[in-house]
């Protein structure tokens, strides 16, 4: 009997063992320079890539598992490893990200190629997380809640932002996003000190629970010609100084 029960024990813990292995397992869809695209998977994200010439990575997909620490440090380990790496994305298959990590300009060298981020499961974008990052065009963060300060300071091809869930944006987030045009961030209730300042192809902003506007938040955003904040019961000093086409 007692090995009878052995026996099952042992065989209960090699099925848990392969179930947890497959949920923690990490799954990728990587298209390299050549257009090839190639699935991969394996117990870390490193395990994952290891047949891989990073190199000739154009596209990094995580679809499936955990991102843990260890799956960040590593990358954080070959910041100049990826200098073809266009788009970088988490899809809403992958159970869990782990928020422990260094900010995105660590893991990924700033002025690199890198033009488009998709990030699920993140909520957080945090301070100068993508600072500098001159080639990004877009960057989709469908449930992160927090734009830390400079957090996209600088990204002068940036385009495309869609962060619907933000209630915080820190300072000087989109400083200098040269060619941005429109914004919309429908559940952010503060705008910080310099948010927009140099967003010079800002011409359409939502912001409508917003209700304090802060310090030179909009300064020299001159293509800006109307903007409402229906709940704003701060605006702070040079909110919008030299803002030379703002009618109303």
């Excluded at 065989?11 to 799954?27: C, D, F, K, N």
């Excluded at 600088?154 to 300072?171: D, E, F, H, M, R």
């Excluded at 629970?209 to 001159?222: E, I, Q, S």
Aim: proline share 2%; charged share 15%.
């Amino acid at each position: 009997m007692k090995q009878k029960i052995l026996l099952m024990l042992a065989l209960w813990l090699s099925l848990v063992g392969s179930t947890w292995a497959q949920s923690t397992s990490i799954a990728v869809t990587i298209t390299k320079t050549d257009a090839s695209v190639i699935n991969s998977s394996g117990a870390s994200l490193q395990d994952a890539l290891e047949a891989t010439t990073l190199g000739e990575v154009k596209k990094l997909e995580i679809n499936a598992g955990s991102i843990t620490y260890i799956d960040w440090q590593w990358l954080s380990s070959r910041q100049y490893s990826f200098p073809s790496l266009t788009h970088f994305s988490i899809t809403d298959g992958v159970s869990e990200v782990s928020s422990n990590r260094n900010s995105f300009d660590r893991i990924f060298y700033s002025y690199g190629s890198l033009e488009q981020v998709d990030l699920n499961r993140l909520t957080e974008i945090r301070n100068s997380d993508f600072r500098n990052f001159t080639n990004l065009k877009s960057a989709n963060f469908p449930v992160a809640t927090i734009i830390g300060s400079r957090a996209f300071e600088g990204c002068i091809a940036l385009t495309s932002v869609s962060i619907p869930q933000a209630t915080q944006i820190g300072a000087t987030a989109f400083s200098g996003c040269s060619i941005l045009s429109s914004v919309s961030f429908p559940l952010a209730t503060s705008i910080e000190g310099q948010t927009f300042v140099d967003c010079t192809a800002l011409t359409s902003v939502s912001i409508p629970k917003a209700t304090k506007v802060g310090g030179y938040a909009f300064m020299r955003c001159n293509s800006l010609e109307a903007v409402s904040f229906p709940l704003a019961t701060t605006i702070e000093t040079g909110a919008f100084e030299s803002c030379r086409t703002l009618k109303s």
